[in-house]
């Protein structure tokens, strides 16, 4: 069992940069694959990013490439999702999830079904 709890988001202008966390709690957090999510109203849940438990591989999807990175500390328990040059199209929801299961490819990382999440923290872009 892994409780996730995110924090950091808020309201930023469009172009500013935000930070999001996900802490983890519960058993061998470095055995899971980490991802960030989003859902925006009106709109499916999304996809945003990955990362294996070894955090040595990355995966994003089109729309967030070269503009955000996530990243994990295993001795905090902790991944990241840091979000730079933000888009108004960016304001949504953002959840995390870990799984056991690992990715090889950025198809496989958006196809894990996540066991995992957490309750979602809120991102507005204002342009």
């Known amino acids: 069992q892994v409780q996730l709890v995110e924090s950091g988001g808020g309201l930023v202008q469009a172009g500013g940069s935000l930070g999001l966390s996900c802490a983890a709690s519960?058993?061998?957090?470095?055995?899971?694959?980490m991802g960030w999510f989003r859902q925006a109203p009106g709109k499916e849940r999304e996809f945003v990013a990955g990362?294996?438990?070894?955090?040595?591989?990355?995966a994003y999807a089109n729309s967030v490439e070269g503009r955000f990175t996530i990243s994990r500390d295993s001795a905090k328990n902790t991944v990241y999702l840091q979000m730079n040059s933000l888009k108004f199209e960016d304001t949504a929801v953002y959840y995390c999830?870990?799984?056991?299961?690992?990715?090889?490819?950025?198809?496989?990382?958006?196809?894990?079904?996540?066991?995992?999440w957490g309750q979602g923290t809120q991102v507005t872009v204002s342009s």
């Open positions: 990362i294996s438990w070894r955090g040595n591989s990355a």
């Open positions: 519960g058993r061998a957090f470095s055995m899971y694959t």
């Open positions: 999830a870990a799984d056991t299961e690992p990715f090889f490819t950025t198809s496989e990382a958006m196809r894990i079904e996540y066991d995992y």
